[in-house]
């Protein structure tokens, strides 16, 4: 039998063995601390698999997060079993940091239309972005910018910069292509004086009537099915009535060229004008 504390406590302790008139004193030292080192970080990229960012090693257990499968940063906690210390003396629990990195990749970008007519409006095509297969989140897996001034006809970029789980950029170009010109022209009549004609040549003002047109336009006259008497200014559309035409109704094809602008399309239109001579 043995009197003091329980014996595996640091102490001195005092034993009497039975039968025995024999006195022990034994002296009981407290157990030496092992120190061992901070568990370190592990080197983690994302792969879609379970990664372990702090390992379990002798003489500490761990809790908080220290394994993971997304990237991003966690906090694990090293907690001491009894007899251990860390090299740096101490014994409370440590909180490591570790991360798992984004996966670097190149991203396949595609786009629901790759060209537009222009309507004046912004365009702004819709995205579709895959890796290994697996088709990625707007906002979660990446985020998509364009180039200003997608109004006008020309050609555009959209830029794909990767994040989350990946990390990585990429581009796709996409087309404004110029719109149909939406010209529209209209023969009207023209009369003119006998009496004026007989003795000079007349001029009447363009007998086409435009609307919408979009560029520079110049008149030309279609000499098939066009009368001889009559001719077009190239620039104004004027018809000119030579002298001496008789009396009747004269025609003239005239082909109306629209040369478009920066955004729409060039285009000709043929009107049959008529001349009336009375």
């Known amino acids: ?12 302790y005092t034993f009497t063995v039975e039968d025995y ?38 003489g500490y257990k761990l809790s908080g997060t220290y394994r993971a499968t997304k990237a991003g940063t966690y906090t694990a906690v090293a907690t001491l079993d009894p007899y251990y210390k860390w090299y740096d003396d101490t014994t409370t629990p440590k909180k490591i940091t570790w991360s798992i990195r984004s996966k670097l990749v190149m991203p396949e970008i595609s786009l629901k239309k790759d060209s537009d007519v222009y ?4 365009v702004t095509p819709k995205v579709s972005v895959t890796v290994d297969g697996s088709v990625l989140k707007k906002g979660r897996d990446y985020d998509v910018t364009y180039d200003k001034g997608r109004k006008r006809v020309g050609l555009y970029n959209v830029f794909v910069s990767l994040k989350g789980n990946y990390s990585g950029n990429g581009y796709a170009c996409f087309k404004i292509k110029k719109a149909a010109n939406p010209l529209t022209a209209t023969a009207m009549q ?38 001889k008497r009559l001719n077009v200014n190239a620039k104004t559309g004027a018809v000119t009535v030579k002298k001496g035409t008789k009396k009747g109704t004269y025609k003239i094809k005239i082909q109306v060229n629209d040369v478009g602008n920066a955004n729409y399309k060039p285009i000709r239109k043929t009107v049959v004008c008529k001349v009336t001579v009375q």
């Open 119 to 122: 309507t004046s409006k912004t």
């Open 1 to 12: 039998a043995y009197g003091g504390r329980n014996a595996w406590e640091a102490s001195t």
């Open 190 to 227: 023209r009369l003119v004086k006998y009496a004026k004609v007989k003795k000079q040549q007349v001029t009447v003002s363009c007998p086409i009537k435009l609307s919408d047109s979009k560029g520079k336009i110049t008149y030309t006259k279609i000499q098939k099915g066009s009368s």
């Open 21 to 58: 008139d024999v006195l022990v004193v034994a002296t009981f030292k407290e157990r030496d601390s092992k120190p061992i080192p901070v568990p370190y970080e592990q080197y983690c990229t994302y792969d879609g698999t379970k990664k372990v960012g702090i390992k379990n090693g002798e």
